[in-house]
């Protein structure tokens, strides 16, 4: 990602001011700012901006680190969020979520909050490339960590927050339960989601018809979203497959990091909210092709199985009040014991989000046929992540080709690779039709 210089600048000024509020200064004049705090722009994703700010400790006087000693933290990050967010992005649940997963341990807590950004402790480590990924090693360990979010329970003000931001009433037709205090149960945000970036995609077509290559039926591409949704649901391990959880939403390799110790964090949590479990990891799994769109590199149902095994054994409800932000070495994860046993399958319905077994009678079933309705629900849900980003593509396109842009990334080519895929590649063509057989393509 390329910014412009001069944003840059006012941007590494503007996080060393913001960062140097956070310490209490009181009565101290040898501790000047500009000599002890150093700042350096840090690689980040399409939108934000990131800057690390390294903070000389050791040279604080006294007094200072005296009325500081709860914040003595050498090296801190600032976010700046981009200027269109807020089309995509609800704030305030994101610092819900944020909070709900700092208190359980499995992100560092947010230091502050500020107009336009946030600060938080820079996590030591190494931010993953999209090679990473396809790493045995790399993704069972992500599966096991994708586990563990899915584990935390949904809090009341995230639901309530939710319930708020979202007419549930329009959204329940398949499996959409509007939250009230009478079943407290939350509802997806997917659906909505796309409804409403299908909508200003439409409309940015009919606005500037000149600037796109190609025409999109969004008559059809609704229909479509509803068959895939139709799809997931009629499944009889539906309420297991489909389970609302904390759902990070945009696990791509900028956003997990290998920290010194060897374990894996995720960041960025400005796309999360309560969606289906398998639409996590269908999303995922998608961005083993990159942002070139190299789907050669996508998983094959084996490698998916794989994975699903140790998401399913890592699900758990008895630890929801431990420090998960690093495991003790002893937690490690077995690379060459693929088996799995049914009382690890059964940990999945022990998980306080996911349905009990008795709703399905899982004593009589099989656990082969329980991973099968997984794979096939994230494979569904592999269709739903392109269209879910094609849409984001344009709508990013469409704000940013009329404004003065500050980054160079081709929204609208990612969103037309994003799209046609469905159209064109083997890959999500076998699965459509595996939906339906009568399918027809183009089929938007």
């Not at 990131?50 to 604080?60: A, E, G, N």
């Not at 009990?356 to 329980?370: G, H, P, V």
Request: glycine share 4%.
């Amino acid at each position: 990602m390329t910014w412009n210089t001069n944003l840059l600048e006012s941007k590494l000024k503007e996080a060393e001011r913001v960062s140097w509020k956070l310490f209490k200064t009181g009565i101290c004049k040898c501790c000047d700012p500009n000599k002890l705090i150093k700042s350096k722009i840090l690689t980040g994703g399409l939108s934000n901006i990131l800057v690390l700010i390294s903070i000389s400790i050791d040279s604080f006087c006294e007094d200072m680190k005296r009325i500081n000693k709860n914040i003595l933290i050498p090296n801190l990050k600032v976010r700046f969020y981009s200027e269109e967010r807020k089309i995509f992005v609800n704030e305030k649940r994101e610092q819900l979520i944020q909070n709900l997963l700092a208190n359980a341990g499995i992100i560092k807590p947010i230091l502050q909050y500020f107009q336009g950004g946030q600060i938080e402790e820079f996590v030591e480590g190494r931010t993953l490339e999209v090679e990473d990924l396809r790493n045995r090693k790399t993704y069972i360990q992500v599966a096991k960590k994708i586990a563990s979010l899915h584990s935390t329970k949904i809090s009341q003000d995230i639901l309530e927050n939710i319930c708020l931001e979202y007419n549930s009433e329009i959204h329940q037709g398949l499996g959409d339960v509007p939250y009230s205090e009478s079943n407290n149960k939350s509802i997806s945000i997917l659906w909505p989601t796309l409804d409403k970036w299908a909508s200003l995609s439409e409309e940015s077509f009919k606005l500037n018809h000149g600037k796109y290559q190609t025409c999109i039926n969004f008559e059809k591409l609704r229909i479509l979203i509803c068959k895939l949704k139709k799809s997931l649901y009629s499944d009889t391990l539906s309420k297991l497959t489909c389970s609302i959880v904390v759902s990070h939403s945009d696990l791509l390799p900028g956003n997990i990091i290998e920290t010194l110790n060897n374990n894996y964090t995720f960041i960025d949590y400005e796309f999360s909210g309560t969606m289906e479990c398998v639409f996590d990891i269908g999303n995922h799994l998608c961005e083993w092709a990159g942002f070139t769109c190299n789907w050669e590199y996508l998983p094959n149902d084996e490698t998916i199985s794989e994975f699903l095994k140790y998401y399913i054994a890592g699900l758990s409800s008895n630890k929801f009040k431990e420090n998960r932000f690093e495991s003790k070495k002893d937690e490690a994860v077995s690379n060459t014991n693929l088996g799995i046993k049914k009382d690890e399958l059964e940990n999945n319905y022990q998980c306080i989000n996911h349905e009990k077994k008795e709703a399905f009678e899982f004593e009589n079933s099989d656990s082969s046929l329980t991973i099968k309705s997984y794979v096939k629900a994230v494979k569904t849900c592999m269709v739903i992540s392109n269209i879910f980003w094609g849409l984001w593509g344009i709508c990013k396109f469409d704000i940013r080709s009329n404004n003065s842009s500050n980054s160079v990334f081709d929204y609208r080519s990612y969103a037309y690779r994003k799209l046609e895929s469905i159209n064109t590649q083997p890959y999500f063509r076998d699965i459509l039709k595996g939906i339906d057989q009568d399918i027809e393509f183009p089929v938007f």
